[in-house]
């Protein structure tokens, strides 16, 4: 192989870092298989059954462990996961049309694996306890460090430091039968499961039912929402359901001419969405609780300018009357009587649900479009199946949905275009996505030591776009136009059509995915790096070891440090592992294999944190396994008794980080904390949770962090690449919004248990464990997007760090993770080029080998407006509208971030109604058809928790849920705002199809029925007061309703079809989503049935969240206004 000629002139990435170790890396080809947790799954299965673990209080000494972990990893019969690139084969990839009966090679696909039910009793419904006052803190006369042997637990004498050794407690013996979550994850989703939607192709008209009597305007393109054709202006001026966004003087109230059938009453009652602060308990009808918003009761917010010249109209010319909606009462106090003189309220009148677009027919529709064909990547700028759709994937030139989604696949040719549609230009990336067995995964591309063929001047990476020119000598770069001589070892020659010779031989040419292994030049400080580490972190204050938690990890993770990310064919892992335990001091295990027993060291001095011991601290797993089974049988009986309730948390991160930096590695830190770290340390926090912030200007402080510390922490953090994952079980504030920082920088994730409790929070944080240590990661990953001339990306959201404007570093990146990526332009685009994107992710894999993700995409640009509208992905969109609006919530009050979300999105579809829809339609409410569900996917996002709070929610929910979203890819949001409810009394139990999914509305449920209700964090099962005593025993064991347990954490496992088939569904779904969903059973009229309503998005919620009817009513409103 020849010397590339194109010298790099330094690391593309080039930042200087602490020194690496020189670690020469075997050059092998390959990668590890996407859903390798998954796949390990499979080898779980212990002898016992479940992870019940009652944990007696007193007990005889436990035996010492020898054989408490499964077999090492030769039984786990994992799958080779790395692909040669020869068998990158010919005629896997045809000249344009794909060749779709010749699947390229694969390894042996995963093994499958059924997931189990966890069905652990339950005595408490978790959510709603509070734990008892602990002990007070005791001193600590811990010497500034202290190294000690651990004896076995039959040490009687007090260690130096303090701690209280216990009486020894037993511990039933343990193995890990997993419940394997994700056998179900790409479980074909029938599109046949429901009744046959009315089949509408994504730009066809979608016939509405028109209203009795009501005329439906002729308008077939976009969609029409009947009932909405207010009357004309002149006459149509009265009260409105809506305030107006601007001071604009009240018009009289003069009611339009009613239509047949139409009852003309007052305006619907609507509005709750508007309201900022909890209403009053003594909301009087026909004043608005909230703070001033409207222009009829104060002054215009500042993020509504005024907007001179339009006129209200009303917006009442609504088809049917509808009666109030159950159990949410017709006087909502957030339903203001606008324009309304004095006097009783009048009936509400509302649009019939069934009217208006309907997420499920739209997600229907899809699936049976198109979920029977793969969706061949070849062509620029094809918009694909929704999230919802199974579909397979043919990578012909395009990555594929799975690693990039845009908001639209046609892009406006310029900026003036783009600023008038307000259509952000948004990309959501998720570079490490695990794809289903049945598709291809990124070919590795070695070029040996010179490295991948890339652009002179912008560095742009060989791809399908280059245009190769001069008979194959150079070639022009489709991103910066720069022409670059191709590298004597590179060059081929091209055929009659222009086409290199070897372009279906070589991934960087016919593909949209692939990799390259780096070279040195790569890496840090130009040194190959070395295997990352993995270091667990153990809360072992009070509470900890109070509730069980202590103990439960240390005995999981006996059995699970088997089980640690593999390159796809190396025998073991190349992860090195590591211990500290923590209260108010830091305690690090020596577990060196030639120790008999682990040596502690104690380091209270937690000012200035070091690692007190470098030889022994990281060790390999199948070496020391000794030692290590013992310090982890040791630490629940060493904590047994302790009174310590005081803990620190920013010191345990630093010593993880000098760990690290000692050790010359990358790594990811897995801390189990459980309270605010109010003890003397660095880092130190108070309690500054304050509810009634809410509402104000400062709500935004309950987001921000009260400390700069911990930004300042996670730079470093990011710098050594020490990725950290938090696992919070918190019995009160412990301020998430300043805990989560470094995992957040840092491209770490954040689980959260509140009030964990042993019985029912097990199966659920054990299960996000394993699947947290099992996953592919990388490490040390940096992250550039280039675009072709004319857009650029400007903006990035999700869990990262930047240095700069244009690096996304990331000291952790797993397959979860997402960055939503905006793009503005700075130029013109043209309709024959296109736009070209290139996502770079330079990272280190598992076992140390340095590698580079590229992902190209080549978009449409467009003249009319009408092609953007006919190629936006509504979905996507929320996805970055989502991420825009929680990351806004750091700096402006809620409600400025909701009404520019309200503003922004009326005027999207304002321009819309304008320049792409009939003009013979005015007055009509007419949604593009690919945005269709933007109003009902918008309020969703509108009235969730961190931007419209119910009483039930408190400050670190919100900060949560905040950093959660703000990682996830479309499906997940998706899913998140828009709740999946399933009619599990309508499910098949012979087939392996869902029930069709219903709109999550409580009028859609039946008190004879029990409904499933799925959002990526919780399962809810919904059980109707009258359902068949037959369903009831089946499902739950028990005879009569009244018996049904609610505070079950998983179905009881009954041998009969109607039970298989629900559990079969719960698995599946918990298989489909990146965290372990907690399952409550909700009693109708039973108290929890309110959190449950909650998530019926379509309804009116407690909180004042719109009802869909009434928010779709506000956007039409306010779409007229910007029309007038
Ligand atoms: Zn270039």
Redesign the pocket.
């Given at each position: 192989m020849s010397v590339n000629q194109q010298a790099h002139t330094g690391p593309p990435y080039g930042q200087p870092q602490p020194g690496y170790q020189g670690y020469q890396q075997p050059a092998y080809g390959g990668q590890s298989l996407p859903g390798v947790p998954r796949s390990q799954y499979g080898a779980y299965n212990g002898p016992m059954p479940e992870y019940q673990q009652p944990v007696p209080p007193q007990g005889s000494l436990r035996a010492p462990p020898t054989s408490g972990a499964p077999p090492p990893a030769s039984g786990a019969s994992h799958p080779s996961g790395h692909l040669a690139y020869s068998q990158f084969e010919h005629g896997d990839v045809q000249n344009g049309i794909p060749a779709s009966a010749a699947p390229m090679q694969r390894p042996p696909a995963s093994q499958p694996f059924l997931p189990g039910s966890g069905s652990t009793p339950v005595s408490q419904p978790s959510a709603f306890q509070q734990y008892g006052p602990p002990p007070a803190s005791v001193q600590q006369l811990s010497n500034h460090m202290a190294g000690m042997t651990i004896g076995t637990a039959t040490a009687s004498a007090p260690p130096p430091a303090g701690l209280g050794y216990g009486p020894p407690t037993s511990v039933p013996p343990v193995s890990g039968s997993f419940s394997p979550p994700g056998s179900g994850l790409y479980t074909p989703y029938s599109a046949t499961q429901g009744p046959p939607p009315t089949s509408v192709p994504q730009g066809l008209p979608v016939a509405q039912p028109p209203f009795p009597g009501q005329t439906v305007s002729t308008q077939r393109l976009p969609t029409q929402v009947p009932g909405f054709a207010p009357p004309p202006p002149s006459t149509g001026v009265g009260p409105s359901s809506y305030p107006p966004t601007t001071g604009a003087p009240r018009p009289p109230a003069m009611p339009g001419p009613p239509l047949p059938g139409q009852t003309l009453a007052g305006p619907p009652s609507s509005q709750p969405n508007h309201v900022t602060s909890p209403p009053p308990p003594a909301a009087l009808a026909g004043l608005h609780p909230g703070p001033p918003m409207s222009g009829l009761h104060g002054p215009p917010p500042p993020t509504h300018p005024p907007q001179p010249g339009y006129q209200m109209q009303q917006n009442g010319s609504f088809g049917q009357v509808r009666g109030p909606q159950p159990n949410y009462g017709g006087a909502y106090p957030g339903t203001p009587n606008y324009g309304s003189p004095p006097g009783p309220p009048p009936p509400p009148k509302r649009l019939d649900p069934d009217s208006i677009p309907s997420p499920i027919q739209v997600i229907e529709d899809d699936r049976s479009n198109r979920g029977s064909e793969p969706f061949v990547t070849g062509a620029r700028g094809q918009v694909p199946p929704l999230v919802t759709t199974n579909f397979l994937v043919k990578d012909q030139g395009n990555a594929s949905p799975r690693y990039i989604r845009c908001t639209s696949y046609n892009i406006p040719c310029t900026s003036d275009m783009a600023k008038q549609s307000q259509v952000p230009l948004a990309a959501v990336i998720k570079p490490l996505a695990t794809l289903p067995p049945e598709e291809t995964l990124p070919y590795l591309v070695d070029h040996g030591e010179s490295g991948p063929v890339r652009?002179?001047?912008?560095?742009?990476y060989m791809c399908p776009f280059m245009q190769f020119i001069e008979g194959g000598r150079r070639f022009q770069?489709?991103?910066?136009?720069?022409v670059?001589e191709v590298p004597p070892h590179y060059f081929q020659h091209l055929d009659h059509t222009g086409k290199r010779v070897d372009f279906y031989d070589r991934p960087e040419l016919s593909l949209g995915s692939y990799e390259f292994l780096a070279t040195v030049d790569y890496c840090k400080n130009n040194k190959f790096p070395s295997p990352p580490a993995f270091i667990f972190m153990i809360d072992v204050s009070y509470n900890a070891v109070k509730s069980g938690l202590v103990r439960l990890i240390c005995e999981e993770l006996k059995s699970l440090l088997d089980y640690l990310p593999r390159e796809g064919n190396m025998e073991e892992s190349a992860i090195r592992v590591g211990f500290v335990t923590y209260n108010k001091v830091l305690h690090f295990y020596n577990v060196k294999s030639s120790l008999a027993q682990p040596q502690m060291m104690v380091v209270s001095d937690v000012a200035d944190m070091f690692v007190p011991l470098l030889d022994g601290f990281l060790v390999n797993v199948n070496e020391s396994r000794t030692v290590i089974t013992s310090l982890l049988d040791q630490i629940p009986e060493m904590f047994a008794d302790t009174r310590e309730t005081e803990t620190v948390f920013a010191p345990v991160i630093q010593a993880g980080l000098e760990a690290l930096k000692a050790a010359e590695c990358a790594g990811k830190l897995f801390i189990f904390h459980t309270s605010l770290p109010i003890a003397e340390a660095p880092g130190k926090l108070k309690n500054r949770d304050d509810r009634k912030l809410i509402n104000t200007d400062k709500e935004k402080t309950l987001f921000q962090p009260q400390t700069s510390f911990y930004n300042n922490l996670a730079k470093d953090c990011v710098a050594q690449g020490c990725c950290v994952d938090l696992f919070l079980f918190p019995n009160q504030y412990l301020d998430v919004a300043t805990l989560g920082v470094v995992p957040y920088q840092t491209g770490g994730s954040i689980y959260k248990y509140a009030y964990f409790q042993l019985e029912t929070d097990q199966d659920r944080f054990l299960n996000d464990l394993r699947r947290d240590v099992q996953k592919e990661v990388g490490f040390d990953a940096v992250m550039r997007v280039?675009t072709s001339t004319g857009i650029r990306a400007t903006d990035f959201f999700g869990a990262f760090y930047m240095s700069n404007t244009t690096d996304v570093e990331m000291a952790g990146l797993d397959c979860d993770k997402t960055i939503t990526v905006e793009f503005k332009h700075d130029d013109k685009l043209s309709e024959d080029s296109g736009a070209l994107l290139q996502c770079a992710l330079l990272y280190t894999s598992c076992a140390g080998q340095r590698r580079l993700r590229i992902h190209n995409l080549s978009l449409n640009c467009c003249t009319q407006l009408a092609d953007l509208y006919r190629n936006c992905e509504t979905d996507t969109l929320i996805n970055y509208l989502a991420k825009y609006a929680y990351r806004g919530v750091l700096s402006s009050p809620v409600k400025t971030v909701r009404d520019a979300l309200i503003n922004q999105c009326a005027q999207i579809l304002a321009c819309y109604r304008k320049n792409c829809a009939s003009p013979s339609s005015a007055g009509q409410l007419i949604l593009p058809e690919c945005m269709k569900l933007l109003p009902v996917y918008l309020n969703c996002v509108l009235k969730s928790d961190v931007l419209q709070p119910g009483p039930e929610v408190t400050t670190d929910d919100r900060a949560y849920i905040r950093q959660l979203v703000t990682s996830m890819d479309v499906a997940e949001t998706n899913v998140f705002f828009y709740p999946r409810l399933l009619p599990l009394t309508k499910a098949d139990v012979d087939s392996d199809s869902l029930p069709a999914a219903i709109r999550n509305s409580e009028e859609r449920l039946s008190k004879g029925d029990i409904y499933l209700l799925e959002n990526g964090l919780n399962i809810f099962v919904w059980v109707g007061v009258s359902v068949q005593q037959g369903l009831i025993q089946n499902l739950f064991g028990v005879s009569s309703f009244g018996q049904i347990s609610n505070t079950l954490s998983a179905l009881p496992v009954l041998e009969n079809p109607f039970s298989k088939k629900v559990r079969s569904i719960v698995d599946m779904l918990q298989g489909q989503r990146s965290r372990y969903m907690k399952l409550i059973i909700v009693k109708q009229e039973d108290k929890l049935e309110m959190l449950f309503k909650h998530f019926l998005v379509e309804d009116k919620s407690l909180s004042g969240g719109a009802s869909y009817v009434d928010f779709l009513c506000h956007m039409h409103k306010e779409i007229r206004q910007l029309l007038s």
């Open positions: 652009c002179n001047r912008c560095k742009a770069c489709c991103f910066c136009s720069c670059t280039r």
